[in-house]
């Protein structure tokens, strides 16, 4: 079925996916990922060798004029729409960017999903086994404007993990993190700009040897992007941004929107007992790995975006006295 609402531009709904396409063929999809229950208790505690990571889930904003940093609150934040800007998946769209709507973030138009956000936490299902990343650039829009900007990471059940053979992204509470940290978007466009990860993982001591390192955190850089990737990634964002008109849903309000910088999938690594951390550093710093152990007001000092997260292994979905039918694909 498909309704007209203007001239210029079509919604369809077919199968619970709803799909806006301008006349520059900018297309925008609604996400159908499932989500796992919101009672789930992850198994860690927050891991005080990570330094990176904070207890805050607020965002705070850092490079603006005058130089001090402005707080949001996450539950503030939790309503913007969450967007993923990605090359069309149908046939002869290999160069069009197609809008990817995530699905929990607005009450409206939820379907029973929950809101998947998180600042602080990411949280892994014992029962999926694999889980992938790539590093984003992420852009807080207002009213069609980009105002701040920000390292992020799409995070997906690949389709061989889940029991459907289909990709998840939103597969429940804190399965799409957002950095805590943004800066301006006029710092997205220094020169040296781009987006760094890194995984972080707590020395342990083994009964045979001791390591004074022992308890601190060791950080590994996982796939990131250059200045050059970022480049590219900020003229795909501002082409597509040139189409947007009064018609388009990003004409409106807030919205945070996530490109990839670089398009390949990275595993995390098995799961484990321990928790892990998973950071992405959107900086023009020469060495992303050293902010890692600064301290943060210094950090704040020089732009960077944070993202950083405790990724904790919670209870099985399948086994879930809450789960619903929406659920059931991905885990039975």
Not at 185 to 201: H, Q
Not at 274 to 291: C, G, I, N, Q
Request: proline share 6%; glycine share 8%; hydrophobic share 35%.
């Amino acid at each position: 079925m498909t309704m007209t609402l203007t001239g210029r531009m079509t919604r369809q709904n077919n199968n619970g996916l709803l799909w806006w396409r301008t006349t520059t063929r900018t297309t925008a999809t609604l996400f159908s990922f499932s989500c796992l229950c919101a009672l789930l208790i992850p198994s860690g505690v927050v891991v005080s060798g990570f330094g990176i990571l904070s207890s805050s889930s607020d965002i705070q904003i850092v490079g603006l004029p005058g130089g001090g940093p402005q707080s949001l609150p996450l539950s503030y934040v939790q309503r913007f729409q969450r967007w993923s800007m990605e090359k069309g998946e149908e046939e002869g769209d290999d160069n069009e960017m197609t809008l990817k709507k995530l699905k929990g973030l607005d009450s409206d138009d939820d379907d029973g999903f929950v809101n998947p956000t998180s600042t602080t936490e990411l949280w892994w299902p014992s029962d999926i086994e694999d889980l992938e990343v790539r590093p984003t650039l992420d852009v807080l829009v207002q009213s069609g404007i980009p105002v701040y900007a920000s390292g992020g990471l799409h995070v997906r059940v690949p389709p061989k993990a889940a029991a459907d053979g289909m990709e998840w992204r939103n597969y429940g509470m804190n399965s799409q993190p957002l950095a805590r940290q943004w800066t301006t978007f006029g710092f997205a466009v220094e020169p040296e700009f781009r987006v760094e990860t890194f995984l972080g993982s707590i020395l342990q001591n083994d009964d045979n040897n001791v390591d004074d390192n022992e308890g601190k955190a060791k950080w590994t850089a996982l796939k990131s992007s250059t200045a050059d990737d970022m480049k590219q990634t900020l003229g795909s964002f501002a082409e597509f941004l040139s189409s947007v008109d009064e018609d388009s849903p990003l004409s409106s309000g807030f919205h945070v929107i996530s490109i990839p910088t670089v398009p390949e999938w990275s595993d995390l690594p098995q799961k484990s007992s321990s928790p892990f951390a998973l950071v992405a550093l959107a900086t023009a710093e020469p060495d992303a790995k050293e902010l890692l152990t600064m301290d943060s007001d210094l950090v704040a000092m020089t732009a960077t975006s944070i993202l950083a997260v405790q990724v904790s292994q919670i209870e099985a979905g399948a086994k879930s006295e809450y789960i619903t039918d929406t659920y059931k694909p991905l885990y039975l």
